[in-house]
C-alpha cells in the first residue's frame, strides 16, 4: 500500500523511552519560553513580561491546536498526508466568517454576542466537516489518492469561495471582516482568550479520557468496530475537537497550511510511540517549541520584516521535501 | 544474434552483473532462471537502454546497440518489463497500436491494423480491446502489455516475468503462443520466469544466474537437474521425470 | 466527432456572447467599432488562447511526471515564473513585455526541470507522493515570493500581478498568446511521443522513443506556455488540472485524442468563468483565478465524488 510506504520509520534511540523524550522536548519548550520572555529587555521587566506574554500565549495556543487537530485528524482518517490545513478546513472557517458578515450584515454581525458568535460559527464548522467526512469518506476501502485529491480541491473551493465573497462585500463589510478574521498577535481579544482556554480544558479532558481509544482507531473501522468501540461516536467526537481546535487557531492567526503537516510528522519520527498519550503531548509540545523558537529568532536574532507563518512555510516545505527524498534512499 | 560481452553492472562497490557473456539464439525460447536479485532484471535493463552497463558491450546483429538508431532498434528488439504501473486510460486497442508506433509512427496503415487484430486476437483479448487499462484486472493488463510486444514483431522479443498476475490457463496460454511464435514466426523470445517448471516445459534453452553471473546456461534436460538447481536456489528440490517433460518438486 | 463540433459551436457562441458584454454598448455608435478591434476581440481570443494552452501544459506535465493530479500551478512552475517577474520588478522595473516574457520563461524551465528532478531523486514514487511533493514545492516557492516581496515592499504589486486577470488586456499586449497557439499544434504533432512517454521510460524507449528529447520538449512547452499566461493574464490555478482530468473520463488518456478536447474545454471553461467574472459584479471585475477556483473544483469534486460512486 502505499501508505504504508509514505509512513515514516521513528528514529531510533534505544536508549529514550517515550517518556524521557516527552520530559526532554517539555524542558526545551520551558527554556525556549524563558529566552523568549527576557531576551534582550529594553523597557521595564513588568511592561515587556506583560507585552511578551500576550503573544506568547497565542504561539502557544496556536502551536497547541494546530498540532492536535492535525494529529486527530490524521488519526480519523487514516492517512498521514492530509491535514485539517491541506483540506482546507481553515479557509471554510474564514468562508462561513465571511457568509456570516455577508448575511447579517455589519450591525448584525457586531451586535451579536461574541460567545454566541464562536458557538455559531463553530456549529456551522462542524455541519460543514460531517458533511464532507459523509461524502468523502463512506465506507471502509476508500482510496487515499481519492481523499488526498478531494481534500486538496475542496481546499481550493473553500479558499476561493472567501476571496469571491470578499470581492462581494462592500469596504465597510470587508473591514469588519478583516479585524473579525485577524487578531492580531499582539492584541488577544480577551474573551478569545476565554474561549481558548474553555477549548483546551475540553479538548484536554476528552483526550485524556479517550487516548486509548484512539489508538485503537488506528487499526480502522472494521478491527476497531470488532474491538467493541462505538466508531461514530468517536468519528463524531474527532470531528467536534478539530473543528473546535481549527477555529480557534484560524480566529487567532489565520490560516496556516503546512505547519500541522511538519509537526505531525516530526512528532511521529521522534515521539518514539505510536500511543496517542504520547504523541498528542510531544505533537502539541513541538508546535509550541516550533513557534515560540521561531519567533525568538526572528525577533531578536534577524531583522527581517516578515512574518513567521512565510518563514515556516518555506523551512517546513524544505524539510518535508528532505524527509521525502531521505525515505527513497533508505 | 544478439551478444553480450563481459557485461559488467556496479552501483559504487554493489557489483549487480559480473562479466555476464550470452550468445542468445536466433529462434528459440529461451528461459532465464534464478533466485530473487540474480540480474535478470538489471541484464534487461541493459538491452532496453534504460542503464548503461559500466564495462561490457551488447551486440545486436554484429553491431553495438549504442550505434542505433532509436526507431531501428525498436523494429529488431522488444523488451517487456514487469513494473507497468500505468494508470493511464488507453484503451487497450490504443495499446497494442502503439506497439506498431515504430513502424508508422503515428498514422497506421492497414497493415498496420491487421497485425494489430492479429495480436489482440492471440491474446484473446477481442472482447476487452475496447477498455480501459485502468479498467482491466492485473492479469489482463500484462495480457494487453504482452500483445502490444507481439504487435512489434520484432526477431527478437524480451519479457520480464510476463506470467505475473496470470491464472493457471492464461500462463499456459501464453507459454503455448510464445512457443508457437517461435515455430512459426521463428522469433527469438527471451523470458525471464521465477515457475522454473514453465521454463523446462517451454523453452529450448535455459539461462541460470545467480550472484549477478550465468551460473549454468542449455537445454532444459541439462540444467534441470537435482544438483544444479539445488545449487542455484539454495534449498532442498527434488526433480522428476514425468513423460517426456522433467519437473521440479520444491513444494515440500 | 459530432459531440466535439457541437462543443465546438457552443464555446464559438460563449465567444460572440463574451464580444458583447462590457461597460461600453457597442451599438451605440460608430466609434464604438473601434473598441470591438482594440479591446473585446483581443480580450477573446487571448482567453481563448491561454484556456487552451494552458489545460495542454496540464496534461503535458501530467505525462512527464506520470501523475494526473499535477500541473505547472501546483508544481511550482508558475512559482518560478512569478518569482522571475518579481525580481524584474525590483531589479528592472521598466524592462518590456519581451523581457519579462523571456525571463518569465527561463525561470519556468527552472522550475519545470527542478521539480522533474526532485521527482527522479525520490524513489518512492507513488500516485499520492508526486502531487504532495509538487504542493509542497509551490508552498516553499511561494512563501520565497513573499518573503522578498515584503522585504521590497511590494506584496501589493505582485498580488495584483498574480491574480488571474484578462482586463488590462486589448490590442498590442496581448499577441505573444499567439505563440501559445503555436505550441498547441506542436503539441497535437507530438501527441503520441507524449502518450508514450506517459506509459513510462521503459515502454517508451522499447518502441524507440527519445525519451530524453520528447521530455525537454515537453518542459519547454510547459515553461513557455507558463510563462506567457503569467505575462499576459496572470495565475490561473486549476485549469491544467480539471481540464485533462475531466476529459479523460470519457476520452481517456491517448493524446492524439483527447487533445483536441483538452483545447476546446480549456478555452470553453475559462471563456465561461471570464464572462462570469465580468458580469458576477458588474460593472466591476472579479479577478477570473477566484472564479475559476470555485466553479473549477466544484465541477471537479462533482465528477470525482460521481466517479468514485460508480466504483463502489
Avoid at chain 1, 224 to 253: C, D, E, K, Q, R
Avoid at chain 1, 313 to 322: K, P, Q, R, S
Avoid at chain 2, 63 to 78: E, G, H, K, M, W
Avoid at chain 3, 53 to 58: D, F, Q, T, W
Wanted: proline content about 3%; overall charge neutral.
Amino acid at each position: 500500500m502505499t501508505e504504508a510506504v509514505s509512513r515514516p520509520r521513528p528514529l531510533h534511540w534505544p536508549t529514550l523511552t517515550p517518556g524521557w523524550r516527552l520530559a526532554l522536548l517539555l524542558t526545551l519548550v520551558v527554556f525556549a519560553i524563558a529566552l523568549y520572555l527576557t531576551w534582550d529587555i529594553k523597557a521595564s521587566l513588568a511592561f515587556t513580561l506583560k507585552y511578551r506574554s500576550k503573544k506568547l500565549i497565542t504561539l502557544l495556543l496556536v502551536g497547541f491546536s494546530v498540532s492536535t487537530a492535525t494529529l486527530l485528524f490524521q488519526t480519523l482518517s487514516q492517512n498521514r498526508i492530509l491535514t485539517p490545513g491541506i483540506m482546507g478546513f481553515d479557509a471554510l472557517y474564514v468562508l462561513i466568517q465571511s457568509i456570516l458578515v455577508l448575511t447579517l450584515g455589519v450591525i448584525g454581525f457586531n451586535t451579536l454576542n461574541p460567545y454566541m458568535k464562536w458557538g455559531m460559527e463553530t456549529a456551522l464548522m462542524i455541519l460543514a466537516m460531517l458533511m464532507m467526512y459523509r461524502l468523502l469518506f463512506r465506507g471502509n476501502q476508500q482510496s487515499l489518492q481519492f481523499m488526498m485529491l478531494a481534500g486538496i480541491i475542496f481546499g481550493v473551493l473553500f479558499s476561493s469561495g472567501s476571496a469571491l465573497v470578499f470581492r462581494l462585500l462592500d469596504p465597510t463589510q470587508f473591514g469588519v471582516l478583516q479585524d473579525a478574521l485577524f487578531a492580531t498577535f499582539a492584541a488577544v481579544d480577551p474573551i478569545l482568550l476565554q474561549i481558548s482556554f474553555g477549548v483546551l480544558a475540553v479538548t484536554a479532558v476528552a483526550l485524556w479520557r479517550t487516548h486509548a481509544r484512539l489508538d485503537v482507531m488506528l487499526l480502522g473501522q472494521n478491527s476497531a468496530t470488532s474491538l467493541g468501540l462505538n466508531y461514530n461516536a468517536m468519528v463524531l467526537m474527532i470531528l467536534l475537537l478539530v473543528a473546535i481546535l481549527v477555529s480557534l487557531s484560524t480566529a487567532l492567526v489565520g490560516p496556516v497550511s503546512f505547519f500541522g503537516l511538519l509537526v505531525v510528522h516530526l512528532a511521529y519520527r521522534l515521539a518514539g510511540s505510536y500511543q496517542h498519550r504520547f504523541l498528542i503531548p510531544f505533537a502539541a509540545l513541538l508546535g509550541m517549541l516550533t513557534l515560540v523558537s521561531g519567533e525568538f529568532i526572528l525577533q531578536h536574532l534577524t531583522n527581517f520584516s516578515t512574518r513567521l507563518s512565510i518563514i515556516i512555510e518555506f523551512f517546513g516545505g524544505l524539510f518535508f521535501l528532505a524527509l521525502i527524498i531521505r525515505q527513497g534512499k533508505a | 544474434m544478439i551478444e553480450l560481452s563481459n557485461i559488467c553492472l556496479s552501483y559504487g562497490k554493489n557489483d549487480i552483473l559480473t562479466n555476464v557473456s550470452l550468445s542468445l539464439r536466433q529462434q528459440g525460447l529461451t528461459s532465464i532462471i534464478g533466485p530473487n536479485g540474480a540480474g535478470k532484471s538489471s541484464l534487461l535493463a541493459i538491452l532496453n537502454r534504460l542503464q548503461k552497463p559500466t564495462s561490457g558491450e551488447v551486440r545486436i546483429d554484429g553491431q553495438p546497440i549504442d550505434s542505433f538508431d532509436n526507431r531501428v532498434l525498436a523494429t529488431r528488439l522488444s523488451i517487456l518489463r514487469q513494473d507497468n504501473q500505468i494508470n493511464a486510460r488507453i484503451s487497450v486497442r490504443d495499446l497494442v497500436c502503439f506497439g506498431r508506433f515504430p513502424y508508422h509512427n503515428g498514422r497506421p496503415t492497414a497493415e498496420d491494423w491487421a497485425v494489430i487484430d492479429q495480436a489482440i486476437h492471440y491474446l484473446d483479448m477481442s472482447d476487452l480491446q475496447d477498455r480501459y487499462l485502468d479498467q482491466l484486472s492485473g492479469g489482463q493488463r500484462q495480457r494487453a502489455f504482452i500483445a502490444m510486444v507481439l504487435a512489434q514483431d520484432t526477431q527478437y522479443v524480451f519479457l520480464d516475468e510476463p506470467l505475473n498476475n496470470l491464472d493457471m490457463k492464461h500462463s499456459v496460454a501464453i507459454m503455448k503462443q510464445l512457443r508457437r511464435a517461435c515455430e512459426e514466426l521463428s522469433k527469438s523470445i527471451v523470458v525471464v520466469l521465477h515457475d522454473i517448471n514453465f521454463a523446462s516445459c517451454y523453452s529450448d534453452e535455459i539461462v541460470s544466474m545467480k550472484h549477478g553471473r550465468i551460473a549454468h546456461s542449455g537445454s532444459p534436460e541439462q540444467v534441470m537437474q537435482d544438483h544444479i538447481l539445488m545449487d542455484l536456489y539454495d534449498m532442498p528440490l527434488s526433480v522428476q521425470q514425468i513423460d517426456d517433460k522433467r519437473l521440479c518438486l520444491y513444494y515440500l | 466527432m459530432k459531440a466535439f463540433l457541437l462543443t465546438l459551436g457552443l464555446v464559438a457562441a460563449l465567444a460572440v456572447i463574451s464580444l458583447f458584454v462590457g461597460v461600453a454598448d457597442l451599438s451605440a455608435s460608430e466609434e464604438n467599432y473601434s473598441l470591438l478591434f482594440l479591446t473585446r476581440i483581443p480580450r477573446t481570443l487571448a482567453v481563448l488562447l491561454a484556456g487552451s494552452s494552458l489545460a495542454i501544459a496540464g496534461v503535458i506535465m501530467q505525462m512527464l511526471a506520470r501523475n494526473k493530479f499535477v500541473e505547472p500551478t501546483t508544481t511550482g512552475t508558475v512559482e518560478w515564473a512569478t518569482l522571475g517577474i518579481l525580481l524584474l520588478l525590483i531589479f528592472a522595473p521598466e524592462s518590456s513585455v519581451m523581457v519579462k516574457l523571456i525571463v518569465a520563461c527561463l525561470f519556468a524551465v527552472v522550475g519545470a526541470v527542478s521539480f522533474l528532478f526532485l521527482l527522479s531523486r525520490i524513489r518512492i514514487q507513488s500516485e499520492v507522493i508526486v502531487p504532495l511533493v509538487g504542493i509542497m514545492y509551490s508552498g516553499i516557492m511561494s512563501s520565497t515570493i513573499t518573503f522578498i516581496a515584503f522585504q521590497y515592499d511590494l506584496i501589493q504589486s505582485i498580488w495584483t500581478w498574480i491574480q488571474g486577470d484578462f482586463s488590462m488586456i486589448m490590442r498590442g499586449r496581448y499577441e505573444l498568446l499567439w505563440l501559445s497557439g503555436v505550441l498547441c499544434i506542436a503539441a497535437y504533432i507530438t501527441a503520441n511521443q507524449f502518450t508514450l512517454v506517459g506509459l513510462g521510460e521503459s515502454v517508451a524507449k522499447n518502441l524507440g522513443v527519445n525519451y530524453r528529447w520528447i521530455v525537454i520538449w515537453g518542459v519547454c512547452m510547459v515553461a513557455v506556455i507558463s510563462g506567457i499566461t503569467v505575462v499576459n493574464a496572470g495565475v490561473i490555478p486549476f485549469l491544467g488540472l480539471v481540464v485533462p482530468n475531466l476529459v479523460s473520463v470519457f476520452m481517456g488518456d491517448n493524446l492524439r485524442k483527447s487533445l483536441p478536447w483538452i483545447a476546446l474545454i480549456g478555452a470553453g471553461l475559462v471563456l465561461a468563468c471570464d464572462l462570469l467574472a465580468r458580469t458576477l459584479r458588474y460593472p466591476y471585475e472579479v479577478p477570473i483565478g477566484i472564479i475559476m477556483g470555485v466553479f473549477g473544483s466544484v465541477i471537479f469534486l462533482s465528477i470525482l465524488l460521481h466517479r468514485n460512486r460508480q466504483y463502489d
